[in-house]
């Protein structure tokens, strides 16, 4: 049950706000004063704060001041008499989450009582997310709550202590690497370098450049020594990403070097030692390819002396809302952004996505979501498909694209958050049928950039216009 903090020194006030609450099964505890105010905080768990702007000893905004820097996830209302309205609005930028102008009806104290009430649901169950990723300790990897996708996490720990190689399946952007990243973290070669190559992206002849180094002259245009990336990951790991891209000749060169534990840099004559834990991983089943004839068998062997079967995301159901807040820090950080979390619609919308392109794919749509949004990350700012086909990819790129067909950033954003603030002007003020100045109040915007916008986003008010 929430508990709601009333701080108002007029009895009568308390008492009306007091019964309103009780009605709707919120715990209440009350203050005549700013200085019991800050007594009850000290020792209560208070999830909303309706706070008077006038206080017989303090004034309300050094209440909320107080507050925001002490528990900012408790929200706060402030109330204000017609006279305070411009220092209702300072509250606003203090962190207050809205203000109700007294006398209220209880409609709306109640309407803001339960936003309150979603925006502290939000923040906690972010801290509870954000404890669950932060003790792990690994920036780049959620672990995950899915059991299925648990039993995978498990025997990564199992097999990640000892040396035998590793081969990691799954479909693409399932977390292949980020599991490969997750085994070496766990190892005892964790002090010593990861080292990836996606064979997949390189011609043959730079493959096997890229593994075994080259002799300053060993071919035109090899003017100095290069190191191999075998050597590079002495003491650590090797991840081979998309193994099964490797041509039959490499195949051959790359099982020899895994027998014999050493290679010779193309164009060298001697032999270096090698130590390095190989972890392969593979979109295409390589069982089949060795039915084909195109994967020799001895190397999957080697390659196999351990392997993990991740599952789609679409298996891992669970997940998506915690990847999809763990991409959303991740997301606010990298683009500089305060957005203060998912919205539950966003939420759902993300749920009923098929995924195809798995978490590489939820990554991307979350990421455009905070770029577009703007307090909350709503459905809108997801670019999904109506009627859970995926993310649309193209959403943005073709409102940015420039002269030419070039894709511009800047443009994108704007055409968006246009698209967005449109959108959002629209229904509120059908909401407030019309009521600029309601409007203005619940988009936390004065009624000036109302007006601007409503001439910029080319918003007909019409008929409803007051
Ligand atoms: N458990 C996880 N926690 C956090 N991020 C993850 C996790 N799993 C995957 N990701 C993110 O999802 C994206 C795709 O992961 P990754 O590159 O490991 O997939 P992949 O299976 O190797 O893809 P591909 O088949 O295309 O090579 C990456 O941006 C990665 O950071
Ligand atoms: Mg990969």
């Known amino acids: ?79 204000t008499g017609h006279a305070d309205i411009s220092t209702a609005v300072e509250s606003i930028k203090l962190g207050a989450l809205d203000y109700l102008v ?13 936003k309150a009430l979603k925006e502290r649901r939000i923040s906690r169950e972010f801290e509870a997310i954000k404890k669950h990723v932060y003790s792990h300790n690994l920036k780049e990897f959620m672990p995950s709550m899915s059991p299925r996708m648990k039993k995978v996490e498990e025997m990564a720990g199992q097999v990640a202590g000892s040396d035998l190689s590793v081969l990691v399946n799954g479909p693409s952007g399932s ?58 990951a002495f003491g650590g790991t090797l991840f081979l990403d998309e193994i099964s891209n490797l041509s039959f000749s490499t195949q051959a060169k790359l099982l020899r070097v ?24 593979s979109n295409r089943p390589l069982e089949q390819m060795i039915k084909e004839g195109v994967f020799r068998e001895d190397l999957y062997h080697r390659i196999n002396q351990f392997s993990l079967q991740l599952p789609s995301l679409a298996e891992r159901k669970e997940d998506i809302k915690y990847l999809s807040m763990f991409f959303f820090e991740q997301a606010n950080k990298m683009l500089h952004k305060k957005v203060k979390g998912i919205s539950d619609g966003a939420l759902k919308a993300l749920e009923n996505c098929p995924w195809t392109g798995n978490i590489r794919e939820l990554k991307n749509a979350i990421i455009r979501g905070v770029l577009l949004s703007g307090k909350l990350v709503l459905p809108e700012n997801l670019g999904l498909v109506p009627g859970g086909a ?77």
Do not use: W
């Open 390 to 466: 995926g993310p649309a990819v193209m959403a943005i790129p073709s409102a940015g694209a420039g002269e030419g067909g070039e894709f511009n950033l800047k443009k994108a954003v704007g055409a968006k958050t246009l698209e967005v603030e449109k959108e959002l002007i629209e229904k509120v003020l059908l909401l407030t049928g019309g009521n600029k100045i309601k409007a203005a109040r619940v988009l936390g915007i004065d009624r000036k950039s109302l007006y601007s916008k409503i001439k910029k986003c080319r918003i007909k008010t019409g008929s409803m216009d007051v």
């Open 102 to 114: 007294k006398p209220f009806s209880n409609d709306d104290f109640l309407l803001v009582a339960e």
């Open 1 to 79: 049950m929430a508990l709601v903090l009333i701080v108002d020194d007029d009895r009568d006030t308390r008492f009306v706000i007091r019964n309103l609450l009780l009605s709707r099964d919120y715990d209440v505890i009350e203050a005549k004063s700013g200085a019991q105010a800050f007594e009850i905080l000290e020792s209560n768990d208070i999830d909303i704060a309706v706070v008077d702007l006038v206080l017989g000893d303090l004034s309300g905004i050094e209440v909320l001041k107080k507050i925001k820097s002490e528990a900012p996830d408790i929200s706060v209302v402030m109330f």
């Open 258 to 281: 895994i027998q014999e534990r050493k290679i010779r840099r193309l164009g060298g004559k001697k032999d270096i030692m090698i130590d390095v834990r190989i972890i392969t991983a």
């Open 175 to 232: 977390g292949k690497e980020v599991m490969a990243k997750f085994i070496h973290s766990l190892s005892n070669r964790r002090k010593n370098q990861f080292v990836a190559l996606d064979c997949g992206a390189l011609p043959e002849n730079l493959v096997e450049s890229e593994l075994f180094g080259y002799e300053k002259g060993a071919f035109t245009g090899a003017d100095k020594r290069k190191d191999g990336l075998f050597e590079i």
